[in-house]
């Protein structure tokens, strides 16, 4: 079993940053787990943000984050982040971390398809104020 945990999220200003971070704990987790970010709006359907395989050597962001966001991991604190600038309005959202252990399939893939990721954590608010 892998357990996930988030943490960072909060209130900012527009303009400003947050980094969220997720730890992964548990005997099956590795570092050739995927590992993506995904964020759900009130009233709208979760959207994947970026995804990360170290194994395949992979990293995928959504168009509506890219240049804007972060993804990366420490594989030796089993720790993955997602560095957020210059944040807007439109990225209020519960932001949830995923990962799975699975055969190839393209990051790409990976961050549109959350139904992909096996295990998720409970999420972290972030609240973006104009």
């Known amino acids: 079993q892998v357990q996930v945990v988030e943490s960072g999220g909060g209130s900012v200003q527009a303009g400003g940053s947050l980094r969220l971070s997720c730890a992964v704990s548990?005997?099956?987790?590795?570092?050739?787990?995927?590992m993506g970010w995904f964020r759900q709006a009130p009233g709208k359907q979760r959207e994947g943000i970026a995804t990360?395989?170290?194994?395949?050597?992979?990293?995928y962001y959504a168009d509506s984050v890219k240049g804007q966001f972060t993804i990366s991991r420490d594989n030796a604190k089993n720790t993955l982040y997602l560095q957020m600038n210059s944040l807007k309005s439109e990225d209020t959202a519960m932001y949830y971390c995923?990962?799975?252990?699975?055969?190839?399939?393209?990051?790409?893939?990976?961050?549109?398809?959350?139904?992909?990721?096996?295990?998720w954590g409970q999420g972290t608010q972030v609240t973006v104020s104009s």
């Open positions: 990360i395989s170290t194994g395949f050597g992979c990293t």
């Open positions: 548990g005997a099956a987790y590795n570092s050739n787990y995927y």
């Open positions: 995923a990962a799975v252990t699975r055969s190839f399939a393209s990051c790409q893939s990976m961050t549109t398809s959350p139904a992909a990721f096996r295990y």
